[in-house]
């Protein structure tokens, strides 16, 4: 079983920037990477995701040219770079593992004001 552990979020103004960061362990970190977020009221919804060797990415069409998602094999870390936030941004941001299916970590709160 794989173990989640996001940090990194917080009170930001609209415009302004956050880094999350997620450390896995549990097993070896061979496996594509996720981020997906919830807003208050909503389902959950993916943000972006990348393959395991990093040279493959993806991205809602609601973050693209805003956030970057990279990681770090050697430490086992996956980040997500948010510029340009919105409010919109605002939500519960899960870093997620692709082993058979999604394992979601516990979540870290994102919330963007005007």
């Known amino acids: 079983q794989v173990q989640l552990v996001e940090s990194g979020g917080g009170l930001v103004q609209a415009g302004g920037s956050l880094r999350l960061s997620c450390a896995a362990s549990?097993?070896?970190?061979?496996?594509?990477m996720g981020w997906f977020r919830q807003a208050p009221g909503k389902e959950r919804e993916f943000v972006a995701r990348?393959?395991?060797?990093?040279?493959?990415?993806d991205y809602a069409d609601s973050v693209k040219d805003r956030f970057t998602i990279s990681r770090d094999n050697a430490k086992g870390t996956v980040y997500l770079y948010m510029n340009s936030l919105k409010p919109e941004d605002t939500g519960i941001y899960y870093c997620?593992?692709?082993?058979?299916?999604?394992?979601y970590g516990q979540g870290t709160q994102v919330t963007v004001s005007t």
């Open positions: 997620a593992a692709s082993i058979s299916r999604w394992f």
């Open positions: 990348i393959s395991w060797s990093g040279d493959a990415t």
């Open positions: 549990g097993r070896t970190f061979n496996y594509p």
